[in-house]
């Protein structure tokens, strides 16, 4: 049941927020800013040999996120919130001019490419789409194999 409610409140808190202050960029970085914050104290807290389980990260999340609520309280009484038009198209627009790169890029690429083809690592090496595999590039690409 604690799952459930930890749940919820990470859904609830980041749309409460949004409603609060109508600002996804605003949102984002706080939300960003928050979660760096209270990851440095708990990267602070194991490193000085306190040991974390995850109910205690879960609650730790529920702190971050309630600063961002707070935040976002205390910041809508100073100001009013932005248009979501202009936002959607702060954020959607460079999506969409990194989809046409992609496409285009696959488009113009050597061999039997297509514009949804994988994009495998490089050229040659199609099928390499876990981290092992791009860990394995890496290593080549140091040691120059």
């Known amino acids: 049941m604690g799952n459930i409610a930890f749940l919820v409140a990470f859904l609830a808190l980041p749309v409460l927020s949004y409603l609060w202050v109508r ?9 960003f ?12 807290t194991i490193r000085n040999g ?11 999340l529920l702190v971050s996120l ?11 009484r100073l100001r009013p919130g932005a248009g979501v038009r202009s936002q959607a198209i702060a954020i959607g627009a460079p999506v969409v001019v990194a989809l046409i790169f992609i496409i285009i890029s696959r488009l113009l690429a050597v061999g039997h490419a297509g514009p949804w ?5 490089f050229i040659q090496r199609i099928s390499a789409e876990d981290n092992a595999k791009w860990l ?3 290593g080549q690409l140091l040691s120059s194999d």
């Open 117 to 121: 083809s994988a994009v495998g690592y």
């Open 23 to 31: 600002s996804i960029t605003w949102l984002v970085i706080w939300i």
């Open 66 to 76: 309630l600063i961002v609520a707070v935040a976002a309280l205390v910041s809508r």
């Open 50 to 60: 306190q040991l974390w389980d995850l109910p205690s990260l879960q609650f730790a």
């Open 33 to 44: 800013a928050s979660a760096a914050v209270v990851g440095s104290l708990v990267d602070f």
């Open 136 to 138: 394995d590039f890496s």
